[in-house]
């Protein structure tokens, strides 16, 4: 059976007790957490920088994977591998001429893992140029900014292409899904071929961590 990893997102935890429900969701079975940083430009919201991984980071034994859904990661990517960042995913769409080998040289200078995500309107051709480089490719099941949303069904049929690429090509990319995973639909995304789950609301809003975790596995 394939062993499918939660990544557990602070997003939707209560902050007022966030090293609570760190070690919570960490003893209810969460590999890895999940700190979704929104600049208010590249999407709408606004959520937390660095400084939120800093105070936590070492507070807990799960892999720390930062998305960073702002307009310039080059600018800000050292602040979050010193902060304690394990994997950094920054999006296709944020990059400009150069920005992933600056990227790529900086995380992989620091022994840390690099990702790539793409929004629901993008096409997994633009990332075929990375593939064999990247650690890790994100595909958003909903538009990025907001927890909550539904799941976007179309989302599954990337994560079909990216399976099919990885294993044609002998690629070594582990593939997460973000968006309206629950137990439902976290199904639908083992099947096409997803690695990891993130989920937020799904987790901290239900009365057992637990019992979501692993409904979350199928």
Known sequence: MKNIKISSSILSADFGQLETEIKAVEKAGSEYLHFDVMDGHFVQNISFGAPVLKCIYNKHHMINDVHLMITDPVLYVLDFLE????????????????????????????????????????????LLNYLSRVDLVLVMSVEPGFGGQQFMSESLEKIAQLRALKEENGYHYLIEVDGGINGETSKLCIDAGADILVAGSYIFKNDDYKKAIESLRG
């Open 83 to 126: 902060a304690g960042a394990d994997i950094i995913t920054v999006h296709e769409e944020a990059l400009k001429d150069e920005d992933f080998e600056k990227l790529y040289t900086t995380i992989k200078a620091h022994k840390k893992s690099i990702g790539l995500c793409i929004k629901p309107k993008t096409a997994v051709n633009t």
